[in-house]
């Protein structure tokens, strides 16, 4: 079975300021890592995968994640928070390269305060 | 270009009645997936489906959900006697399953909620 924990449902942060938002999984073989962002009444948007290579992933709007096997970890990070950046994140990790369900973390509401 | 459409976007039934959640991937995906979302959760995986065929319905809950994809395009979820607890935000995504090792991603829709009341 695998499984993802986002321990935080909630981070706070000012504007400018660098975020984190954390992520560890549990899945038996290698996981295939995702973090998804979710704006109100709107449906998930991609961010950034991990498949394999590079521990630090560069995705979009200025995001990266980085991949730590040893701790089970895909925390998701920024330099510099944007107002616009306050949204609802998840952690979403596959044991297939491709054509398998992706099983979520709960999510954390980031908020970035001006 | 056009991303993955759900229709409707709100759905308000009565308990025990039918309903059916339709999905347009994006063209050329060949993969589609449905999840489920309940309010302050993360989404939960129902079923996929390579092509017309379902390649894993491990996720749906009970045999009152059904889901079909007859020329590997659009996809429908198919509820019989719905109950409260069926009430959600249903997701759909679909993906264009390449091979290689890059890997695949999967895009969602903006979903339908649906009310069960």
């Known amino acids: 079975a695998q499984s993802v924990a986002q321990p935080e449902d909630q981070v706070n942060v000012a504007e400018g300021n660098p975020l984190t938002v954390k992520c560890t999984y549990s899945?038996?073989?290698?996981?295939?890592l995702f973090w998804y962002v979710q704006y109100p009444n709107r449906g998930l948007q991609f961010l950034l995968k991990?498949?394999?290579?590079?521990?630090l992933v560069k995705g979009s709007y200025g995001f990266e994640a980085e991949f730590n096997k040893s701790q089970t970890s895909f925390h998701l990070k920024k330099p510099s928070a944007l107002v616009s950046d306050s949204a609802l994140y998840f952690c979403a990790v596959s044991v297939n390269n491709a054509g398998n369900m992706l099983t979520f973390g709960g999510g954390t509401r980031l908020m970035v305060k001006p | 270009g056009a991303g993955v459409s759900q229709t409707p976007s709100n759905k308000v039934t009565e308990k025990g009645k039918y309903v059916e959640l339709r999905c347009d991937p994006i063209?050329?995906?060949?993969?589609l997936y449905w999840y489920r979302q309940s309010l302050g959760q993360g989404p939960e995986f129902l079923i996929y489906?390579?092509?017309?065929?379902?390649?894993?319905d491990s996720g749906l809950p009970n045999d009152r959900f059904f889901a079909v994809r007859p020329e590997g395009s659009v996809s429908t979820l198919k509820i019989q006697r719905t109950e409260r607890g069926d009430s959600a935000v249903y997701l759909c995504?679909?993906?264009?399953?390449?091979?290689?090792?890059?890997?695949?991603?999967?895009?969602f829709g903006p979903g339908t909620r649906l009310t069960v009341l």
């Open positions: 063209s050329g995906h060949t993969a």
């Open positions: 899945v038996s073989g290698n996981p295939y």
């Open positions: 991990y498949i394999t290579g590079d521990n």
């Open positions: 995504a679909s993906s264009l399953f390449p091979k290689g090792p890059r890997g695949d991603t999967q895009y």
């Open positions: 489906f390579q092509g017309t065929g379902a390649a894993d």
